[in-house]
């Protein structure tokens, strides 16, 4: 397992999978370590790459900062900024996945020269002021009335939405395009994968700037694709849609029948759509079920 060190001195590791040109890889949650991503549907393969896969500090393989403060999002630009010096790279391709794709947007925004492609799955855009709203979560929610789970499941959702429940066990379906035995692994790890405590920090006040950052990603000259799962409702394809207006050169791709984790749904549309983009192909857009 390779290791490199923070500006701050915090020991932070990175998990590397498959062979070809890097790939940077930040995960979501927020602070939720790495391994959840596995080899993203066989992303490596499919695309060429040696994915690099950062456990954000405080999670996984990386060290518990002294600085509690340091998990919060802006914060985290410098030890993005610090696996690529240590790897040599000039320019990096960049994937990041929900939580993490507000930190991918704000080191494009501090360092756009350093950025050569950019890929967001299923991006949670905080870091734009654009998070996904209730009834954005709820309408994608009734995409699955005619599913067994849902009647159970329902109820409570639209109460935990409202601010009158609590999180409930019962909606993880409700984030998975399919609720097969790999979503329910995936969630039976989620816990003891989550740094819970830094994932407080990791929004807290100061780490957002909107309008700087959008008027930073304006001047932002790398390639950018936007991956939503139709059945994702934070984001939902219009909010990913929304995200992509603010780059000058942005896609978006919309995977049919995916949720949250698009790469569990359906690997190999996932593999392919982000493949073609990662060689530019263009093929990412054609897909069926991809919008602009």
């Not at 596995?38 to 518990?64: E, F, I, N, Q």
């Not at 704000?106 to 996904?132: F, K, N, S």
């Not at 930073?216 to 909010?239: E, Y």
């Not at 759509?273 to 990412?284: E, H, P």
Request: glycine content about 10%; some cysteine; charged content about 20%.
């Amino acid at each position: 397992m390779p290791t490199f060190t923070a500006p701050d001195g915090t020991r932070l590791a990175h998990h590397v999978t498959g062979e070809g040109t890097p790939l940077l890889v930040l995960p979501g949650g927020p602070m939720r370590a790495s391994r959840y991503l596995g080899d993203l549907g066989g992303l490596a393969g499919a695309a060429h790459r040696r994915l690099h896969l950062l456990d954000l500090r405080g999670t996984g393989d990386s060290a518990v900062p002294a600085d509690p403060s340091s998990y919060r999002c802006d914060r985290l630009v410098d030890d993005v900024e610090a696996l690529r010096l240590h790897l040599g790279l000039d320019r990096v391709d960049l994937l990041a996945h929900s939580a993490g794709g507000s930190l991918a947007m704000l080191y494009a925004a501090r360092y756009p020269e350093r950025v050569a492609r950019l890929v967001l799955v299923a991006v949670t855009p905080w870091a734009l002021g654009m998070p996904a709203t209730a009834e954005d979560r709820l309408a994608a929610a009734r995409l699955r009335a005619d599913e067994p789970w849902y009647p159970e499941a329902i109820g409570p959702f639209e109460a935990w939405l409202a601010g009158t429940g609590d999180f409930d066990d019962v909606f993880y379906p409700f984030f998975h395009g399919r609720w097969d035995d790999a979503a329910r692994e995936h969630v039976a790890r989620g816990e003891s994968e989550t740094n819970e405590g830094a994932a407080d920090v990791f929004g807290a006040p100061g780490a957002y700037d909107p309008p700087a950052t959008r008027a930073a990603l304006a001047r932002c000259t790398a390639p950018v694709l936007v991956l939503a799962g139709a059945r994702d409702g934070g984001p939902n394809p219009a909010l990913a849609r929304r995200t992509a207006e603010v780059f000058p050169h942005a896609e978006v791709s919309v995977q049919p029948d995916a949720g949250h984790y698009p790469w569990l749904d359906d690997p190999k549309d996932f593999t392919a759509r982000v493949a073609a983009f990662l060689a530019g192909s263009g093929d990412a857009l054609s897909a069926p079920g991809t919008a602009r």
